[in-house]
Each structure stands twice: as C-alpha cells, then as structure tokens.
C-alpha cells in the first residue's frame, strides 16, 4: 500500500475518534458549566441547583450553574451555538418561550438554533396575588378585571413566554381586559408582586410554594387540584378551560455529536429519578417529566402547534 494511501487512512481513523470520543472518552473529565438564562430564585435556577449536587456525586465532576439573565431568556440563547459542542457547556431551555419568543422581529436567535436533548419537569400556571390583597378568590380578581377594564396588572415572566400566553388567553377567555408586566424571569417579580406595585401575578405553582406565607394561590392550570393546595381551584373550575404551562431542561451547542448528546440526555434522566430529587421537586410545585432525545422532534412540534395557535389567538403571530 502506498505511502499516501496510508496517511489518509490515518487520517480517516484520527477522525473517526475525534468524533466518537467525547462520548467515549471517560466524560465528564472536567467541571461542566450550567447556563441558566435568568436570574436567581426562578424555577429554572431552583433545578439546576438541586441538580448540580447530583451531577457531582453521580459522575465525579463539578457542574457549575451560572446565571446570564436578560432579555427573558433570549441573550443566553443566541449565544449558545458560540460554546464548544463539547458537553463543557450545556445550558437550561424553555418551552413554549423558545417556540414564541423568535416571533419577535428583535430576538436574536431561531428556534432551530436551540438544541434541546431532554426535558425534566413541568410547571402548570397559576395566578397568584399578594397575601395583602383584598382579592379573597379568584371570583374577586374577575370582578375587578372586569369593573376596571385595563387597570389590573399581572406580574409575568418575559414577553412571548408561558406567562405571556397564559395572560393573554385569559383575557380571551375570561373576557377581560388586563395588563402585562413582564418581567426578566419568575425571580425577579417577586418584589414588584409583594410590594403591590401590580394586582397580580400569571405565573407558576412553585412560586406559590416558595413564598407561601406572602402570596395568596387563586387558581392552578394543572389538571387536579394542587395536593398542597386542596382548597384552590384550578383554572377549569373557575371557567378557564385549560390546563397549562413551561417545560424546562437541557440544551447543548448546536455542533455537539450526536452520541454526546444522548449521553448527556441519558445522565440527566438518572438524575431527573434520583428519589430524594423528585421528592424535593414535587414538594416545590413541580411535575416531573421525562422526555429523553428520540422524543425532542415529537415533543417540540407538539408544542409548537399549541403555541403557534395561542400566539395567532392574541393576535402575535400571522
């Protein structure tokens, strides 16, 4: 065999290893860095660090979670197909959020730019109002809404997001109108929802979990009423006929291979059914899923099915 013939050869093996090693290699061998594209105290961040001990005791390896907030999600997003596709770098997805936001002319990414590999739990809406306000019941919000057409405010995370949808499919549904307030993640909120600077908040059941002793749970979009919550209706009981929310979980780089894709996909499903883990989350409002990487494609055009109809319902999308 000629000379020429052999180094191309070697160069094929080389490359063929190159390919399958990240995979293959003894991975994690190093510290694995967490994006999370919102500040601290939302759901996203509450999972990512009880993830992170797990990660660390199941694979030997740190994962470090950094927080890169800003524009809802969206600047982390567009940066992510900058990092290695080399699993170092993996970072927290939203849907709908990433299904909707991309409908906005200024947003820096596309869906298809976003490499989801698996997704963990799920958070059902829920409207929630200061422990401080006279709004008693849900009945008690409605009747304000609608003897104040535009002055009732709704704290919510980020425009064309979970939040963004819910509200406005309760105003269609609801006949009401009232106003958005978006904010850059569920964590930041908070303050602006205690201090009564808005009526109210469309946000998550967990949020109602965390400040239990300061906010007042209305109403829950789950499909049963909430176990820690036995005497709040969910939004079918009170005439909103729909049950909904956010899925969250990881996305890497668009150029990471594909069997390190289903290797880190696999590692966090171990994760996603450590029991002391599900405990913690399901105490903490959050309904566990488990939707590995050949279930991604059906998954998401599911979901953007749904979104896609809400958003042209609102009169955000053609």
């Known amino acids: 065999m000629r000379a020429g013939n052999l180094a191309r050869i070697a160069l094929g093996l080389a490359a063929a290893l190159a390919w399958v ?88 990414y596309k869906t298809d730019d976003i490499t989801p590999i698996y997704f963990f739990h799920f958070t059902p809406d829920a409207i929630v109002v200061p422990a401080t306000s006279p709004h008693k019941t849900y009945a008690d919000l409605l009747k304000a809404a609608r003897e104040n057409p535009g002055k009732v405010t709704f704290a919510g995370s ?46 998550y059941l967990p949020l109602a979990i965390q400040q239990k002793e300061k906010v007042r749970l209305l109403a829950v979009a789950s499909d049963k009423r909430a176990p820690m919550y036995p005497d709040v209706p969910t939004f079918k009981e ?35 059914k450590d029991p002391e883990y599900v405990k913690r989350m399901t105490e903490g409002g959050f309904e566990q899923v488990d939707i590995p990487l050949d279930q991604i494609p059906g998954f998401l055009a599911a979901q953007a099915k749904d979104s896609m109809e809400d958003a042209r319902a609102a009169g955000l999308a053609k």
Do not use: C
């Not at 978006?182 to 946000?203: C, N, Q, R, Y």
């Open 238 to 272: 009170v005439g909103l006929n729909w049950s909904g929310g956010a899925y969250r979980g990881i996305a890497v780089p668009k150029s990471t291979p594909a069997a390190l894709r289903k290797q880190i996909s696999d590692m966090f499903l171990v994760i996603n």
């Open 21 to 108: 090693s990240p995979a293959a290699a003894g991975y994690p061998e190093k510290p694995v860095q967490y994006i999370i594209p919102f500040n601290a105290g939302g759901e996203s961040d509450v999972a990512a660090r009880l993830q992170a001990p797990l990660f660390k005791a199941k694979y030997g390896q740190d994962m470090i979670v950094i927080n890169k907030p800003g524009a809802g999600g969206a600047l982390a997003w567009s940066q992510l197909n900058g990092y290695a596709g080399d699993g170092y770098t993996i970072m927290g997805t939203n849907v709908p959020h990433i299904i909707l936001q991309p409908l906005e002319a200024s947003t820096p």
């Open 158 to 203: 980020a425009h064309f997001s979970a939040n963004h949808m819910a509200h406005e499919r309760f105003k269609r549904v609801a006949k009401v109108n009232t106003t958005y307030v978006p904010f850059k993640g569920t964590g930041d909120l908070v303050a602006s929802l205690l201090g009564g600077h808005v009526t109210a908040a469309m946000t």
